[in-house]
């Protein structure tokens, strides 16, 4: 997974507010993710983890509040090239092959020679031999393998995992903590959602919990990473 | 409170006034005879029904725009009040036909138009109803609200000219064509009362929405403990 | 021009994925036939009345299949959630709803086209002479249906009872189309055949409008 040309970039949010009606799944969050670290974020269902990685996505709006990307610590002018986003739900087409998924989007994002992208990053998470096979027949662990190419086709700078092992067998766990590495190791941002401590976790850098929409502890400023994920369903 | 008072004092004064100018000002229409003093109420709750989605559009302009509350507060009481308006017209309009013309309905331009129109407004309080979160409704129901708004003028006009093609008996003739000045002074007079007992009733609806509105934060925010 | 390019491939993607199962199709098809059938019960098919009746049934026909039919548009794009993955990839969203509407007025000018000789020879109407000019309404009043149709469907598809909400919606606001259609139609239809020229330029102001609206508030309806 070693990307040609990769700018380090980092994420600042400034006092997140995130409302549904006068619910707040988001409270004032302000956080700095420097370049290349790899963030694991802990808590309950609800605690609004997923909603701050879709804002980080640029899926959802914050109520108010702005999220930035980074480029050596200045604020990257000019249009952002889109964060990679990996969600429990796989965002690719069941009634498409895996390759054909792969040259709509890559075509779309108009990725230079869409056609051999997508041949690469097959062949990069072991698909090659299905390339032509609709993705319904599909396990759930190959799924995610085609999500994770998907989300790779633009070669992005950060990368954000919404509970990335959710549903998968130990050797899918083990396939996707190898990739994890691999990916970390070559100097992109790294966002991820746990539920707790497992192999995947282990690979985190940082890891801040949080609860009803606000940050309560960050191993930045002291607190345990152990302890973060531990507690993390408590 | 001594805001409201007044507002609803005048508007009383005014439609009472209106309702007595129809009956005993106005001189005996020549040809349908006393039914047709209906007319003054028929064709000014027209009008105000009319404005009142207008002010429905422009405030789901501004919900769309600016994310504030009380925008889609002010939509949905202006679509309520609007689709008060234009029942009382749609109903009005065959209790004139009848002792007139023998029959209840016609597919008159102007009714038909009229009634697509409630159809189009009822279909955007249904919405409204079948969605929970309140700042989604609110933006969902807005961007249906600005479609339909726009649709009204093309209505009309469609069904108009299918009209000429078809023609049918009228059930009214337009307002201020061979009106009289009496009749249309009352006539005007009678618009004015009935916009002004629309802004009554658009902003008393406003309050209470704005009151369910804060209480379903509350209760939300009490839920979510 | 981005936006184009993406809405090409969109569009590709929609086709191709339609006509791989054809299911969209063959029960729209169905459903008009059926209906088209029905009809015939409801008054006496002679010539003269099936001139009369004839272009408002069709057309009642394709408007009721037409907000069946536009009903998964944006329904699809929640199964796996690529509804996101979409809006991560394009650089305007309203690709999406160009390319869904293209592809719903394809797939309803399909089902008219294949209806009509079918309507024909069931109500024995002369349908060769003006075949062309049939094609050209039914192309105009088609967009007229897609572009709310479309913008309605990514409504119904985050509120509850959609299956009856995008009729509700959809229906009321197509009056000024379902009248211009049958109009239009009836007079291509008629002994002494002739086009519309007023009902044909108030249907493509219709679509003008509504294309001009979800351009202006595309992207609103696919906020988060």
Not at chain 2, 96 to 125: E, K, N, Q
Request: aromatic content about 12%; some cysteine; proline content about 5%.
């Amino acid at each position: 997974m070693t990307p040609a040309a990769l700018s380090p970039t980092g994420i600042r949010f400034e006092n997140i507010d995130k409302r549904y009606g006068g619910l707040y799944a988001l409270r004032r969050v302000s956080l700095e993710i420097s370049a290349g670290e790899c963030v694991a974020f802990a808590g309950r269902n609800g605690s609004g983890k997923t909603t701050l990685l879709r804002i980080a996505a640029r899926l959802a709006r914050p109520s108010s509040g702005k999220v930035s990307f980074l480029n050596g610590g200045e604020e990257s002018g000019g249009p952002l090239p889109p964060a990679g986003f990996v969600a429990h739900a796989t965002m690719v087409y069941d009634e498409l092959t895996a390759e054909e998924n792969l040259l709509l989007f890559a075509r779309l994002q108009g990725i230079a020679q869409p056609a051999a992208r997508a041949e690469a990053l097959l062949r990069e998470v072991g698909l090659e031999d299905r390339r032509n096979s609709l993705v319904r027949t599909f396990s759930r662990g190959m799924r995610q393998r085609v999500a994770i190419a998907r989300a790779l086709l633009n070669e992005p700078a950060v990368l954000l995992f919404d509970e990335p092992t959710t549903g998968l067998d130990p050797q899918g766990a083990r396939w996707f903590a190898e990739t994890l590495r691999g990916l970390r190791d070559s100097s992109r941002t790294i966002l991820m959602s746990l539920h707790g401590e497992s192999e995947v976790s282990t690979l985190a850098t940082r890891a801040i919990r949080m609860e009803a929409g606000a940050v309560v502890a960050d191993t930045r400023t002291g607190a345990n990473l152990r302890s973060i994920l531990a507690f993390a369903n408590a | 409170m001594a805001k409201r008072a007044i507002l609803g004092l005048v508007t009383l004064g005014l439609v009472v006034t209106a309702a007595f100018a129809s009956f005993y000002v106005v001189p005996m229409e020549r040809t349908m005879g006393p039914i047709q003093r209906i007319f003054y109420f028929h064709a000014a709750s027209a009008w105000a029904g009319m404005t009142a989605f207008f002010i429905c559009f422009f405030g789901n302009l501004l919900y769309v725009w600016r994310r504030q509350p009380n925008w889609d507060w002010l939509g949905v009481s202006a679509a309520e009040v609007g689709l008060a308006f234009t029942t009382i017209v749609l109903i009005t309009g065959p209790i004139w036909a009848h002792p007139v013309w023998g029959i209840w309905w016609t597919w008159d331009w102007r009714l038909t138009s009229t009634f697509v129109m409630w159809l189009l407004y009822i279909s955007y309080l249904l919405l409204r109803t079948l969605i929970e979160e309140p700042d989604r409704r609110a933006l969902l129901s807005a961007l249906f609200g600005i479609f339909a708004f726009l649709d009204v003028p093309l209505v009309y006009f469609s069904i108009r000219w299918w009209r000429t093609q078809h023609p049918q008996p009228v059930v009214m003739g337009g307002p201020g064509s061979g009106l009289e000045p009496t009749m249309r002074k009352v006539f005007f007079f009678s618009v004015l009362a009935m916009h002004a007992l629309m802004v009554l009733l658009l902003s008393e609806r406003y309050r209470l929405e704005k009151l369910r509105g804060e209480v379903d934060d509350l209760r939300r925010e009490a839920e979510a403990q | 021009m981005a936006l184009l390019s993406n809405a090409a491939v969109l569009l590709g993607k929609e086709l191709r994925t339609e006509f791989r199962s054809r299911e969209l199709l063959t029960t729209t098809v169905v459903f008009i036939l059926t209906i088209v059938v029905l009809f015939s019960f409801t008054f006496n098919p002679s010539v003269g009345e099936s001139r009369r009746f004839g272009p408002g049934l069709l057309w009642l026909a394709f408007l009721f299949a037409a907000s069946l039919m536009l009903q998964p548009g944006f329904l699809r794009e929640q199964t796996n959630d690529t509804l996101s993955a979409l809006r991560l990839s394009v650089s305007d969203p309203f690709a999406i709803f160009f390319a869904k509407l293209v592809a719903s007025t394809i797939f309803l000018l399909l089902t008219e086209v294949l209806m009509l000789p079918v309507f024909a020879v069931l109500y024995n109407v002369h349908i060769l002479a003006v075949f062309p000019q049939l094609v050209l309404v039914f192309f105009l009043g088609s967009v007229g249906v897609a572009i709310p149709g479309t913008a309605f469907s990514a409504i119904s598809a985050q509120a509850r009872m959609r299956e009856l909400l995008l009729p509700l919606l959809l229906l009321p606001l197509l009056t000024p189309v379902l009248i211009a259609s049958t109009e239009a139609t009836a007079a291509l239809l008629d002994v002494k055949p002739s086009l519309q020229g007023r009902w044909l330029g108030f249907l493509a102001g219709f679509d003008v409008v509504f294309l001009t609206a979800l351009w202006l508030f595309g992207e609103y309806l696919l906020e988060e």
